[in-house]
């Protein structure tokens, strides 16, 4: 390196370019960034955005970037603001429209022909289609360049290059969104951008593709030129370019070869190809089907040769058809002769037609792309097809004879056409497909089997070939559907989440569409699809299907017993089994298996229980793709761990290891070694009947693809992923990118016609996932699994592309057919489709590993994320910085911060080789750190696999903020602020990197860019990639463009959503979420969602009036508030996020509806609240604010321990901890204040054996208008979100709920709550304290509403919007549910997923979802709750292992469990304890004793059904405690931890007469939400709600 130093005076600006360039030619960024400061007054243009060229990488796959050049920072889009040295041209339209872009390819002024293609993979295979010839490509999907381009000089076996369509580039120029510099593939020899300089081709990027694409929809092809202004003109001004009107030219002529070629020599069919612009492939295809091909001029004399051929092949050419009669009268002589057979592909069919005497038309803007539906006239089939024409033949003038062969159902024109008698036909689309899909290469069959009867002489009928040599066509009965049962997924837990809610709310809106009475058992109480009539708003002027939920709903568990007592109930004709995951899918085999479903006449719907087994059967599964020749690792499928050890003998170490009929990889990892596999064998076994044993392919790329196929075998693929983690973790807890960025058109398209052809072998009816291993060195790939159903991917595929596919699979699953349905978002074309985005997605895990104590933070092929988020963009650095936000606020970006995210800011280099080359929930912040110090790109990519073009996006992130570090926010060049949005800074982000990382705010920025101008514009998602005119809703912002595809004009209320589902805050706060923007609708109000996960109702797009997919951050809120013009914000209903940034709206000048975020901050605030409760008399447990820790320990000594350490603004009790000793307290407060930097932390005296009450109501003006009373089954000590919670209170007395409405009308009026709330109180002794407020919906607020069957959250809304609120139930002005129901809630736990984490249960929350059950008795609601949490009933054995302090109190319990029948083994202690009691048990031993019988052999040999295992603060053995509570989740033994839940389980067993037996479902009360609902009626009071006075 050569230090260069730069001074520059003000006097000599001027000479700034020359300095900047030589310090970036000898430093590069080091000294630009010394150059920028020195010169405050360096245009923005010049100064912001260039870097000196890398070297090109010498070995492997790494391909670096053009040498030939600098390459711009961060690969985005520049607008009209280009770097330094990157010229600048100008696409100039007819029209008038002018747009500046970045030159990528040879500056060449030209003219031509401005089109676009909507493909997403080929551009290699595009540019070198003679079709092309004088035309300019828009792409509309903006990223392109990724895989580079293969070798010109690699030939074929026909001498033919192998990788391209002709010889050269016929296209004129090429626009795109966005280019990359860095390309990775592991054919790829150079650049896109060397490859267009080679053939003198222009290119820009940085230019809004999708606007362009919308004007050629609107106003058809445009004639365009492109300009670059020389940097010197000699002789006076440059000559201006004319426009071309290439319609008006023969470009047939010009690509046509000029004397006769022949391919095949010898082949057994002589066929005579008339080149009117041949694609290679197309000869490829006729020689592999043994035809000697001669190609021919396009002028070549056909009547006087074609006799003396087997057939002719009309090939494709570009212009217009009217431009080469000549060859069409030849033609007309050929076909008079009737004698060869002729096959014609696009403009081949055009030629045809003409000649058979109909006419051809100039489309609007003709049909170029992948993903064009051609419906065959004669088998009904519809096929996907690549096409690229911009004329098309008239069907109407064919005379007769003639028909049409393929018609385009979307825009209803001609797609080919045959003779009814003669051996011609022809399609309009390009059944060679380079680029595109492969479904009608049979084509080439079909002209090959008329060349061979006509010879032999013998008939040829197309019909009947199409129907033999086709993918089938089937035409199975519709099924006659009056009556459907669906089963739901239950409650959320880690692999099996909101999707499941998402998927089966919109499989019944399709139901109900098509006229069905739906029976929905799901006992997910806090999902949208559990709705009833008493909860859904109903809006006035929308059709009862569009709402609302099933015909009739159970909260009962899903299995066997509860489903057959439904069936018998209601006697549905039909069930589907495919919207409920893992859960639905087990159940219903389980129903074939045992008989239930022939035995009540009960017919699946979808994909038949055969196919589920066949793909959930790894055996089976295996044999089934050996059927058709399908590539799969090598494995074996075996039920014993002795059998999987020999297994792995025969694979070798490492080998992978699967779990059957299991969801989100559960059981499965790399195993290493013998030991390995012994211990995760057994564990896999415990919960599945079989495992499979294979070759591990770790490190190859993860691909996955989405399926749809109905009942005639239609089959598409609606949207494909790539994972960002290499195999080896799970997909769902990988950074997922769709479309996917590193594939070539080969691989895309080789993995989605394999993917076609194995769902159509299975024969699965509706929507499936399958999931590949890519080989990142080779074309080779293996199957790794079909999932038979909707999946996590099918939500994220649904919500990436627009495509509804639980509607599609519910309304296949009818045997409706793809063509029959309709495209939701565009209105008017069909679903039979595959859509086109012109942005891209990336999908990134939330976890919540640091909740958990001892758990392993390494991330592999088992799942342990517990939710996700997706972030849309138009470039990959936009897109990734978005999803990071989004996963968690606290994160800026794709950075390595000191402290928090791993920590790898201050990690050694040892550390973080490690931290890159093991997987963990913050490895992305890993690659971070490395790049920031300068590790290149080829070592990460060594260390982690991740492929090297994901890697150089992120060291372009990396790079840009090494530039944006320490320059004064008021010396910012205006450009370089816009590269940053464009590469998905954020304002914050950038407050943090200018200046000193202090002197500037988020707000500061963000004056500053409005300033400049600089906003990001709205775009919207349509399916088409702009293709299509759609007036969808589905929206989001991007800084890469330069126009808003909508106007605004609503004006409506913006509702913030949830977010990401994590520990705290989930499903139910997208029913909260859902319920407020449904009211506004039922109030004529226009709603605007902002929202980001992809698992939820609430960003369905037919949900409200506008839906924006994006961050729910203060800069983003911002955005969409002042764009939409909002009236006001809802922050009440979204969880914690919104609350969080509440008070900063308010600031800024929002409209924050109901409570004042004032208010909301002396809740949030743990000093504000504790000091206002004491203004209000309301009594709480003894408090401090936080000043020091010595401060905190005096008060630990005046008050004495237990002490509760609570920080401000946090969710699910981060961080709180209940302090037992002086040293437990000091390690807390350092753990508090770490995720409470900004807001106080507040230590109060912890009330041990009180009784936790949940309040959830709502309030108007600080007065109480309707609230409900539940209380938790365990004692204050366990989370609300962990506890058991029974609604109506159980032990409370009428002085005691009297205290209750006292304190929540108290704190209610000191609040001044407008809207909704929830508090948290404690009663012990009588007397009543409080512990928080939320002023927001809370997670009980679905449970409390639907128990009191009264929807709190529209009376919250209305409140809050200053609506008339709705009467009453007589029984909600208790604050109960009404009489004679008792409901219960229960929590989900995902321990088992999680490696070592603590199962047991404290102050903060640790569950994954909840359930609930209603009953006559809360014994029955409790049991039905327990059992649908996963937590089987035992049979007989009961380990049971209590500390010493608490044995007295659980004495009885004990007694009750042993009079019941259940047989008791205690541990060492606890037996002696029960010896002495007269208590029944055997003993068993700890393991450690080297006495047998042990603990461990004993649940790990199944003998024992249920573990209670009470332990406290003093209990001894507490490693040995730990290890038993995790042996018993480990092997799926079902785990109680708490003394109040035993005591009630043994409680309701006693009530029910269930004890020592399997539980009959009939047993207990099995009726349905509105049965319940109808049996318990109360009249509602007339009037609306009165609000409560504090007393």
Request: hydrophobic share 40%; glycine share 8%; aromatic share 6%.
């Amino acid at each position: 390196d050569v230090p260069v130093r730069i001074v520059m005076s003000r006097k000599r600006a001027l000479a700034a370019p020359v300095a900047l360039a030589l310090a970036l030619l000898i430093t590069g960024a080091d000294a630009w960034r010394a150059a920028v400061h020195a010169s405050p007054r360096l245009s923005g243009a010049r100064a912001a955005l260039a870097r000196v060229a890398r070297p090109v990488a010498t070995r492997g796959r790494v391909a670096a970037s053009d040498t030939d050049r600098p390459i711009g920072f961060v690969g985005s889009t520049f607008g009209s603001n280009s770097a330094l040295f990157f010229r600048q041209g100008t696409l100039v339209l007819e029209d008038g429209t002018r747009l500046r872009g970045v030159s990528f390819g040879a500056e060449v002024a030209l003219a031509g022909e401005l089109v676009f293609t909507t493909g997403m993979v080929g551009y290699p295979e595009t540019l070198t289609d003679p079709s092309y010839a004088r035309q300019m490509i828009v792409m509309t999907y903006p990223i392109i360049g990724n895989y580079g381009v293969p070798s010109a000089d690699e030939l074929d076996s026909l001498g033919l290059p192998a990788n391209f369509e002709s010889s050269k580039i016929h296209a004129a120029a090429l626009i795109v969104g966005d280019y990359s510099h860095h390309h990775s593939h592991w054919t790829s020899r150079r650049s896109l951008s060397q490859w267009l300089m080679e053939q003198k081709i222009p290119a820009l990027y940085g230019i809004d593709t999708r606007l362009l694409t919308k004007k050629i929809r609107e106003k058809g092809a445009l004639k365009a030129k492109i300009e670059f202004e020389p940097a010197y003109v000699s002789g006076g001004q440059a000559l201006d370019l004319p426009f071309v009107d290439i319609g008006a030219l023969n470009l047939v002529a010009e690509v046509s070869v000029k004397e006769p070629v022949t391919y095949g020599v010898g082949n057994t069919h002589k066929v005579l190809a008339l080149d009117c612009g041949i694609k290679n492939n197309i000869i490829r295809d006729l020689v592999a089907r043994d035809c000697e091909v001669h190609v021919v001029p396009w002028d070549y004399d056909l009547a006087t040769n074609a006799y003396k051929y087997d057939g002719l092949f009309l090939s494709n050419g570009p212009g217009d058809p009217m431009r080469v009669d000549k060859t069409v009268e030849t033609i007309k002589q050929v076909i008079a002769q009737g004698t060869v057979p002729i096959f014609g592909i696009c403009m081949g069919n055009q030629l045809l037609a003409r000649a058979a005497g109909a006419s051809t038309f100039k489309l609007p803007y003709g049909n170029r792309g992948q993903n064009q539906p051609a419906q065959c006239t004669l088998t009904g089939a519809c096929y996907i097809t690549a096409q690229n024409h911009g004329y098309a033949v008239d069907p109407t003038q064919l005379p007769s004879g003639w028909k049409e062969l393929f018609k385009n159902i979307n825009d209803g024109s001609n797609e080919g056409i045959y003779h009814e008698t003669l051996p011609y036909f022809s399609a309009q689309f390009h059944p060679e497909a380079k680029c595109g899909p492969t479904d009608t290469a049979f084509l080439f069959d079909a002209f090959t089997r008329a060349m061979g009867n006509t010879k032999a002489g013998l008939p040829f009928d197309l019909k009947a070939v199409i129907e033999e040599i086709a993918a089938p066509v089937l035409n199975p009965p519709r099924p006659v559907v009056k009556k459907v049962l669906l089963l739901g997924s239950g409650g959320l837990s880690i692999g099996q989440a909101g999707e499941f809610d998402y998927s089966g709310s919109q499989a019944i809106k399709a139901l109900k569409e098509e006229g069905l009475e739906v029976i929905l058992i799901n006992p997910n109480i806090a999902s949208v699809q559990t709705n009833t009539p008493e909860m859904d708003v109903q809006p006035t002027d929308a059709p009862p299907a569009d709402f609302g939920g099933a015909d009739r709903t159970y909260l009962l568990p899903v299995t066997r017993e509860y489903v057959e007592a439904v069936i018998a109930r209601e006697r549905p004709d039909s069930i589907i089994l495919s919207m409920g995951g893992q859960t639905g899918l087990n159940c219903g085999i389980e129903l074939d298996r045992e008989g239930v479903l022939k035995k009540w006449g009960v017919q699946v719907l979808g994909t038949p229980v055969d196919v589920i087994i066949a793909t959930e059967d790894r055996g089976i599964f295996s044999d089934k793709l050996n059927e058709i020749g399908e590539r799969i690792a090598p494995s074996f499928a075996v039920d014993t761990v002795e059998d999987a050890l020999l297994a792995a003998q025969k694979i070798g170490y490492p080998c992978m290891i699967r779990a059957a009929f299991a969801l989100g990889g559960f059981g499965s990892g790399i195993m290493n070694n013998e030991p390995q596999l012994r211990a995760q064998a057994s564990v896999a076994l415990s919960g599945s009947p079989q495992v499979l044993i294979e070759k591990s392919l770790k490190g190859w790329k993860e691909v996955e693809y989405e399926v749809v196929r109905d009942a005639a075998n239609n089959c598409i693929t609606v949207c494909n992923m790539e994972n960002f983690d290499p195999l080896g973790v799970h997909t769902g807890d990988s950074i997922v990118i769709a479309p996917s960025q590193t594939l070539s058109d080969a691989e895309y398209h080789m993995l989605r016609t394999t993917a076609i052809n194995v769902v159509r072998h299975l024969g699965i009816v509706g929507e499936c996932n399958i999931q590949y291993a890519l080989d990142p060195n080779s074309a080779d790939y293996c199957i790794i699994e079909v999932n038979p159903r909707l999946s996590r991917s099918s939500a994220l595929a649904s919500k990436a592309t627009g495509y509804p596919l639980a509607a599609v699979a519910a309304k296949l699953a009818l045997g409706m057919l793809l063509p029959e349905l309709t495209n939701a978002v565009t209105k008017s074309t069909t679903a039979c489709f595959e859509p086109s985005l012109d942005y891209v997605v990336t999908k990134v895990p939330r976890w919540d590993l640091n909740k958990f104590e001892k758990v392993s933070r390494e991330i592999g092929s088992a799942m342990k994320s517990v939710g996700e988020v997706m972030a849309i963009g138009r470039t990959w650095e936009e897109s990734l910085q978005k999803a990071l936000r989004m996963v968690d606020p606290a994160c800026l970006g794709f950075e390595a911060p000191k402290v928090g995210f791993g920590d790898y800011g201050i990690s050694t280099d040892a550390e973080l080789a490690y931290a890159l080359e093991v997987a963990t929930d913050t490895r992305i912040f890993a690659v971070a750190a490395a790049l920031d110090r300068g590790w290149p790109v080829d070592r990460i990519h060594a260390l982690t696999q991740i492929d090297p073009w994901f890697l150089w996006k992120q060291k372009r992130i990396s790079d840009m903020r090494r530039v944006l570090t320490g320059i004064p926010l008021n010396e910012l060049a205006p450009s370089t602020m816009l590269v940053a949005k464009k590469s998905g800074f954020s304002d914050k982000q950038i407050a943090g990197l200018v200046g000193d990382g202090m002197s500037a705010g988020e707000m500061d920025v963000r004056a500053a860019r409005l300033r400049h101008g600089i906003r990001p514009v709205v775009k919207q998602i349509d399916t088409t990639g702009a293709e299509t005119p759609a007036a969808t809703n589905y929206l989001y912002m991007t800084y890469n463009g330069d126009e808003n595809d909508v106007a605004f004009d609503q004006k409506g209320t913006l509702v913030l959503g949830s977010g990401v589902y994590r520990i705290g805050s989930s499903v139910e706060f997208d029913w909260c979420s859902v319920a407020a923007i449904r009211t506004l609708r039922k109030l004529g109000k226009a709603s605007v969602m902002l929202n980001y996960n992809p698992e939820t109702v609430s960003t369905d797009y037919d949900e409200c009036d506008r839906l924006y997919f994006d961050e729910l951050s203060l800069e983003r809120v911002l955005d969409v508030y002042e764009a939409e013009s909002c009236n006001g914000v809802l922050v009440s209903v979204g969880g914690q996020i919104p609350n969080t940034i509440a008070l900063p709206l308010m600031r800024a000048g929002v409209h924050v509806l109901g409570t004042s975020p004032l208010q909301i901050d002396k809740a949030e605030d743990r000093n504000k609240f504790s000091q206002l409760c004491d203004d209000a008399g309301v009594a709480q447990p003894a408090w401090r604010e936080l000043s020091s820790t010595a401060d905190a320990l005096a008060f630990g000594e005046k008050e004495g321990y237990p002490l509760l350490v609570r920080p401000s603004y946090v969710l699910s009790g981060a961080a709180m901890n209940v302090a037992y000793s002086a040293e437990e307290l000091g390690g807390y407060l350092d753990e508090a204040t770490k995720v409470s930097r900004e807001h106080p932390v507040v230590i109060s005296k912890f009330v041990e054996g009180g009784r936790e009450i949940d309040v959830d109501g709502v309030g108007e003006n600080g007065k109480v208008l309707v609230r409900a009373i539940m209380e938790h089954v365990e004692n204050a000590g366990v989370h609300s979100g962990d506890a058991t919670l029974m609604f109506p209170p159980e032990t409370l007395t009428a002085l005691e709920l009297a205290s209750i409405d006292d304190v929540a009308a108290r704190v209610c009026a000191a609040l001044i709550i407008t809207g909704p709330f929830n508090m948290q109180m404690i009663v012990k002794g009588g007397k009543v304290s409080v512990i928080e407020c939320n002023v927001r919906a809370s997670r009980s607020s679905p449970f409390a509403s639907k128990s009191l069957g009264y929807n709190l959250v529209e009376a919250a809304t209305r409140a809050m919007i200053g609506a008339p609120q709705l009467p009453l139930p007589r029984n909600a002005l208790t604050g109960m549910p009404r009489p004679g129901m008792h409901a219960v809630k229960s929590p989900m736990f995902s321990f088992r997923r999680l490696i070592g984490a603590d199962p047991s249960l404290g102050v903060e929350m640790a569950s994954t979802g909840e359930v609930a059950a209603f009953g006559p008795s809360v014994h029955d609601a409790f049991v039905k709750s327990l059992i649908a949490s996963m937590v089987p009933l035992p049979g007989k054995n009961i380990l049971v292992s209590i500390q010493e302090r608490l044995r007295d109190d659980f004495t009885p319990t004990l007694q009750k469990l042993s009079s019941l029948g259940y047989t008791l083994f205690a541990s060492e202690e606890t037996s002696r304890f029960l010896d002495a009691q007269g208590i029944p048990n055997t003993l068993l031993h700890f393991k450690e004793s080297g006495l047998t019988p042990t603990i461990d052999d004993a649940i790990t040999e199944r003998k024992i059904e249920m573990v209670v295992m009470l332990s406290n603060q003093d209990s001894k053995r507490t490693v040995v405690n730990y290890a038993i509570r995790r042996l018993a989740v480990d092997y799926g033994v079902p785990l109680v931890t708490n003394l109040q839940v035993a005591a009630l389980f043994a409680e309701a067993v006693a009530k029910l007469a269930l004890g020592g037996q399997k539980l009959s479902a009939l047993q207990l009360d099995v009726r349905s939400m509105q049965e319940h609902y109808a049996d318990n009626t109360v009249a509602p009071v007339e009037l609306a709600p009165v609000a409560a006075e504090a007393k």
